[in-house]
């Protein structure tokens, strides 16, 4: 069994931004002044208890591709802004690799009650991986609330997260490969693998109402 490509692109970039972005949290890079404010913003996040690493990482990124030093600060303002609403949203989801899968959503503009379904969806699991899918499927352009009730029917539904990372690999591929238009194979997939998982609960389907009426064209 495949753990996917894509959920792969999303989900596994993701878990690389976390893994070891810890490790050491002194940035140098750009003019000092840039290095100066970028660090601070990194210390004011691992005071909150946020991962600091990964601003650590976007900002290291940010200066090996010759970004400005003025964008730099900015994007590490917006990028510990999004971990201290995704640490909110998500609680008492704390690993760092959901908090990075939260951030990166926010980064697409999923609004903040849509993360909440998700960490209430699945309380006592990781959810980097429905997140990632999440943020894929709207970054392939699968309209945000669409996108959410497609993840939170599938977490509530049992999926396996193998199950969960193939359907955004696959509507990813039927997108770009495919030419689908992404909403139509966000649902057709959704609909292909419906079938094998156990059936929506009467109260999940009243909080859920987008899951009774997917149309689009059949699976190839």
């Known amino acids: 069994m495949r753990m996917s490509c894509c959920a792969g ?11 070891g972005a810890q490790d050491s949290l002194r940035f140098v890079g750009g003019d000092a002044t840039t290095s100066r404010e970028v660090q601070q913003i990194i210390e004011a996040a691992a005071a909150q208890g946020l ?9 290291r990124f940010a200066v090996a591709v010759h970004t400005p030093g003025p964008k730099i600060v900015e994007t590490a303002k917006s990028m510990a802004t999004r971990l201290v609403v995704a ?6 989801h704390a ?3 959901d908090l990075a899968g939260a951030e990166a959503a926010l980064s697409y503009d999923v609004p903040v009650e849509i993360l909440r379904r998700i960490s209430s969806a699945s309380p006592k699991e990781p959810i980097a991986v429905p997140l990632g899918v999440l943020t894929q499927l709207v970054a392939d352009r699968v309209p945000a609330k ?7 029917d599938l977490l509530r539904r049992g999926a396996t997260l193998t199950q969960i990372a193939e359907l955004g690999n696959n509507v990813d591929a039927d997108v770009k490969i495919g030419g689908y238009r992404a909403l ?7 609909n292909g693998l419906g079938p094998h998982l156990a059936p929506l609960s009467a109260a999940a389907a009243a ?7 997917s149309s689009g064209p059949k699976k190839p």
Not at 146 to 152: C, G, P
């Open 207 to 213: 909080n859920e109402p987008g899951l009774t009426s």
């Open 184 to 190: 139509d194979a966000a649902n057709m997939r959704y």
């Open 146 to 152: 669409r996108a959410a009730e497609i993840v939170t």
């Open 9 to 19: 692109l999303v989900a596994v970039s993701i878990a690389m931004r976390a893994v």
């Open 95 to 97: 690993q760092e690799s």
């Open 51 to 59: 991962p600091a690493g990964l601003i650590l990482s976007k900002a």
């Open 87 to 92: 640490q909110r949203a998500i609680a008492p």
